[in-house]
Nanobody, 125 residues
Framework: QVQLVESGGGLVQTGGSLRLSCVASGRTFSAYPMAWFRQAPGKEREFVATIDSIHMSAYYPPSVKGRFTISRDNTRNTVYLQINSLQPEDTAVYYC??????????????????WGKGTLVTVSS
């Protein structure tokens, strides 16, 4: 069974940075794409970043491109999300996620079969 465990959330001031981590277990980590989503209070879950398993290529939606950086360390079964220039609107629960397909391009919640429990990021103004 695939398990995803996030960490690194917390309270940060506007303009600050955070690095979130997600440790995966239960299958060959390096063979699958990984992604991060977030969900703000009262809003739908939103895709924010993905990284594939073959070329280590990253993709971001326009809403976060330039401030968010996803990376992975296959030796540690870990995917990271670096968030810079945090704004109050970045306040959300951030979820690590992945798919059953090794070749899927993750672009939304419909691509996901496995979710972590999330880590809360709160940005104070």
């Amino acid at each position: 069974q695939v398990q995803l465990v996030e960490s690194g959330g917390g309270l940060v001031q506007t303009g600050g940075s955070l690095r979130l981590s997600c440790v995966a277990s239960g299958r060959t980590f390096s063979a699958y794409p990984m992604a991060w989503f977030r969900q703000a209070p009262g809003k739908e879950r939103e895709f924010v970043a993905t990284i594939d398993s073959i070329h280590m290529s990253a993709y971001y939606p326009p809403s976060v491109k330039g401030r968010f950086t996803i990376s992975r360390d296959n030796t540690r079964n870990t995917v990271y999300l670096q968030i810079n220039s945090l704004q109050p609107e970045d306040t959300a629960v951030y979820y690590c996620a992945t798919t059953r397909s090794q070749l899927r391009d993750i672009r939304g919640v419909y691509d996901i079969e496995y979710w972590g429990k999330g880590t809360l990021v709160t940005v104070s103004s």
